[in-house]
C-alpha cells in the first residue's frame, strides 16, 4: 500500500510523463528529447575496495543560470522561479545556479560609504538564501501540471491509478497521432527517481583569480559531484587572488562564462585522459555537456527595432551578431538598458563561440521564468481540440481565398466587447503590433519549452506584420550556421549558375546534392539549368550547403506585366529538419531582406509543410486542375482579382525537372 507521500509523487511522475509527450510538437522533437535529457541509470554505483564509489551515469546535461537583481523581484515570482528550476531537475537537466554580482545594487550606496568586501558577501548570502528557500520549497509551491487540484475545493486529488507494478494504459494522442506507449513506459521507467525536496549547496571561492592568466575555476570535480547527487550548486561571484589570497567579487557574466567553458573543457580532457574509464561515458565522448546558458532579467531579451522593441526570437549569432549590436546603438534605448543589453549579448557571444553547436542560450524575464504552466499547449479548462483544429492544415479548394492569418478569430479586438467570465483568455494571451490580443498564442513558460523542444515559443520567420504574430520579451541564441545570400540588380540581369560554379562562387554539386537529399528525389540538373539559368534572382546558401533558396524571376502579364520573385527550390538537409531553425532563418533571409516587396510559390496540395507556409503567407490559392496551391507574402503584394490570375498563372507554368519522372 503506497503512503499519500508517495501517491503524490507518482502522480507527479505520471503528469510529468503526460506533459513530455503532449508538449512536443513531433515525432522528432520527442525523440531528441528523449535522448538528450534521459535520467541517469544509476546516481553513484558500488563502492571499490577503496570505498570510492564509481559512476555508472549518462553525461549530466548541464544549464546554468544566471538571476539579475534578485532584491527587485516579488517574492511569488521567485517561487514560481523555483518550481522551474524544480521541473527542470525532472526533466534531466542539471541545473547551476549563478548568484548576481548586484554591482549596481552597490552602486547606489557606494557615495554614502566605504565598503568593505564583508558587505558584498553578506549581500550575496542573502541571496543565496532567498535562492536556496525558493528551490528547496520549490515542490510544496508546484502546482496545476505536477499536482493535480480539484477545481472546486482546491484540494490536492490523489489518483489511485498510477502503480508503478503495473502496465498504465494510455489514450491514444489523437493531436499527435503517434504511439506514445514505447516513450512513455521508458521514460516511466527512468523517472523512477525520489522526488523529495531538492538541495542547494553554496559554493565560496571557487575561481583563482591570476593577473597575467585571468579567473580559472578550482574545484571543477566538487561541482560534478554535487550534481551527480542531484544537489543544485549556487555558485558565489568571488574569486581569490593567487598572489594574495584575497578574496574578490567578480563580474556574474565572467563567473558563467568561466563556469561553462572550464566544466566543458574539464570534461572533455578528462575522458581523452582516461579519467573517467566508464564505458558509458566512452560511448559519449563526454561526461556532461553544456546545453543552456539561462539569463533571467528584469530587461528581457535582446530588443529589435523591427519588433517594435520587443526582443528578437532567435539570434543566429555568426549571421546576426554585428548587425545586432550595430541596431542597439541606434538610441532607441535609455543608456542603462543598452548598456545591459550589449552585456548580455557580448557575454552569450563569448560562451557560445566556444561551446558545441547544439549549445543554446535564453534570454527571458524573471515573470516569464516563473509561469508555471505545464502542459505547455492551452489553459486548463480551454477546449483544446478546438485550439488544435483552428491551426490544422485548412482545407482544400480552387476558390481564392485569405490565409487563416487574416481570419477575425485570431484577434480579441472583439472580445472587449463581449461579457466574458474567464479572465485567463486575456490574461494568457500576448498582444501583436496592432495592439490585439493574439488568440492563437497561448504564454508558455520558454525555459521548459526550450528544454522539450529546442525552439523558441514562436518560429522567428513568422511575418512580424501578420496579425497572430505576437510580441515576446525571451530571445533564444544559438552559435548557429554562416548564411551568404546574394540578389541580382534587375530581371534583366539574372544571375548564371554555371558561370559562378566555373568561378568557385557556388558549387552546383552541392547545391544538387542538398535538393536531392531534402526533396528525396534526383533533381535533373541540366534540364534544371536550362530552365533558370540566366533569370536568378536570389540565391541563398546557409552553412556548408545544409540549407538554402533559389529564387526566379518570373514574367506575370495579368494585372500589369511585370518580373516577379519566384521562390523556385527551397531545401534543408534532412538531418537539419526541425532543429536549429535551418529553415526560419533562410526564410527569414529571402522575405526580410531579399524580397520584402513581393514573392511568391508553390506547393503541392497535399505537401505536410503546408501549414508552415500558410504560418508566413498573406494568402494562397490551388491553382484549378492542378496539384498546385500558391501562396504569397510581402508588403506590396495585392488581393485584387487580376494579380492573382498573374500568381496562378506564373505557378502554373512551371515544369518541373526531376530524374524519377521520366
Known amino acids: 500500500m503506497l503512503n499519500p507521500l508517495s501517491k503524490l509523487h507518482h502522480v507527479q511522475r505520471k503528469q510529468l510523463i503526460l506533459t513530455i509527450l503532449n508538449s512536443t510538437a513531433t515525432k522528432r522533437e520527442t525523440k531528441n528529447y528523449f535522448l538528450k535529457y534521459r535520467a541517469r541509470n544509476s546516481l553513484i554505483g558500488p563502492r571499490n575496495e577503496f570505498g570510492q564509489s564509481k559512476r555508472l551515469c549518462d553525461p549530466l546535461r548541464i544549464s546554468i543560470i544566471k538571476i539579475k537583481s534578485l532584491e527587485n523581484i516579488p517574492i511569488d515570482t521567485l517561487e514560481g522561479i523555483g518550481v522551474t528550476i524544480f521541473k527542470l531537475t525532472r526533466l534531466g537537466v542539471s541545473p547551476i545556479i549563478v548568484i548576481d554580482d548586484n554591482v549596481d545594487h552597490f552602486r547606489k550606496y557606494k557615495q554614502k560609504k566605504s565598503l568593505r568586501f564583508e558587505d558584498y558577501e553578506k549581500n550575496l548570502d542573502e541571496q543565496y538564501k532567498i535562492l536556496s528557500d525558493v528551490i528547496e520549497n520549490s515542490m510544496s509551491n508546484s502546482h496545476g501540471s505536477f499536482v493535480q487540484k480539484d477545481r472546486l475545493n482546491d484540494k490536492i486529488n490523489i489518483s489511485n491509478d498510477f502503480d508503478t507494478t503495473n502496465e498504465v494504459s494510455i489514450k491514444k494522442n489523437e493531436q499527435h497521432n503517434y504511439k506514445m506507449n514505447d516513450s512513455y513506459q521508458f521514460l516511466k521507467r527512468t523517472l523512477q527517481k525520489n522526488s523529495d525536496r531538492l538541495s542547494t549547496i553554496p559554493m565560496k571561492a571557487m575561481f583563482e583569480v591570476d593577473e597575467d592568466q585571468g579567473i580559472h575555476l578550482t574545484f571543477h570535480q566538487s561541482i560534478l559531484d554535487y550534481l551527480h547527487q542531484g544537489n543544485i550548486p549556487i555558485v558565489y561571484p568571488i574569486g581569490y587572488s593567487s598572489r594574495t589570497s584575497e578574496q574578490l567579487l567578480l563580474p556574474s557574466n565572467l563567473v558563467v562564462e568561466n563556469l561553462a567553458l572550464n566544466l566543458y573543457n574539464y570534461s572533455k580532457n578528462a575522458i581523452k585522459e582516461g579519467i573517467y574509464s566508464d564505458n558509458e561515458y566512452k560511448s559519449h565522448k563526454a561526461a556532461l555537456s553544456i546545453e543552456k546558458i539561462i539569463y533571467i532579467d528584469q530587461i528581457g531579451g535582446i530588443p529589435s527595432l523591427e519588433r517594435m522593441s520587443s526582443s528578437h526570437v532567435l539570434i543566429n549569432l555568426k549571421q546576426e551578431f554585428g548587425d545586432i549590436t550595430m541596431e542597439l546603438q541606434k538610441g532607441f534605448l535609455k543608456p542603462f538598458e543598452k548598456q545591459s543589453h550589449l552585456k548580455n549579448l557580448n557575454s552569450i557571444n563569448s560562451i557560445l563561440m566556444r561551446l558545441p553547436d547544439a549549445a543554446a542560450a535564453i534570454i527571458t524575464t524573471p515573470s516569464m521564468a516563473a509561469i508555471d504552466d505545464l502542459p505547455l499547449f492551452g489553459i486548463e479548462g480551454e477546449n483544446l481540440e478546438e485550439n488544435r483544429e483552428m491551426n490544422s492544415e485548412m482545407p482544400i479548394d480552387a476558390d481564392v481565398r485569405i490565409s487563416d492569418t487574416y481570419k477575425d478569430s485570431y484577434s480579441y479586438s472583439k472580445l472587449l466587447n463581449k461579457n466574458n467570465s474567464d479572465d485567463t483568455m486575456v490574461d494568457n494571451s500576448l498582444i501583436n503590433q496592432s495592439g490585439e490580443f493574439v488568440n492563437s498564442f497561448r504564454i508558455k513558460n520558454p525555459i521548459i519549452y526550450n528544454i522539450l523542444t529546442d525552439r523558441p515559443l514562436i518560429s522567428p520567420s513568422l511575418p512580424v506584420y501578420l496579425k497572430n504574430t505576437p510580441l515576446l520579451s525571451t530571445t533564444i541564441t544559438r552559435k548557429g550556421i554562416d548564411v551568404k545570400y546574394l540578389k541580382s540588380e534587375s530581371p534583366s540581369n539574372g544571375f548564371d549558375l554555371i558561370k559562378m560554379d566555373q568561378e568557385g562562387k557556388i558549387n552546383l554539386k552541392k547545391i544538387k546534392e542538398l535538393i536531392d537529399d531534402s526533396f528525396r528525389r534526383p533533381l535533373d540538373l541540366e534540364d534544371y539549368l536550362k530552365r533558370i539559368n540566366g533569370k536568378v534572382a536570389g540565391l541563398i546558401i546557409a552553412g556548408d550547403y545544409e540549407a538554402g533558396a533559389i529564387v526566379t524571376w518570373e514574367e506575370m502579364k495579368h494585372g500589369s506585366t511585370k518580373n516577379i520573385p519566384y521562390l523556385d527550390k527551397f531545401a534543408v538537409k534532412r538531418s537539419l529538419q526541425g532543429t536549429f531553425s535551418a529553415a526560419d532563418i533562410v526564410f527569414k533571409v529571402m522575405v526580410n531582406t531579399l524580397f ?67
Open 596 to 662: 520584402p516587396k513581393e514573392l511568391i510559390w508553390r506547393s503541392r496540395q497535399n505537401n505536410p509543410v503546408n501549414k508552415w507556409y500558410h504560418e508566413r503567407s498573406n494568402g494562397s490559392l490551388c491553382v484549378p486542375e492542378t496539384q498546385w496551391r500558391c501562396f504569397w507574402v510581402g508588403n506590396s503584394t495585392k488581393q485584387d482579382p487580376e494579380n492573382i490570375k498573374g500568381y496562378m498563372e506564373v505557378c502554373e507554368k512551371i515544369q518541373p525537372s526531376w530524374l524519377d519522372t521520366k
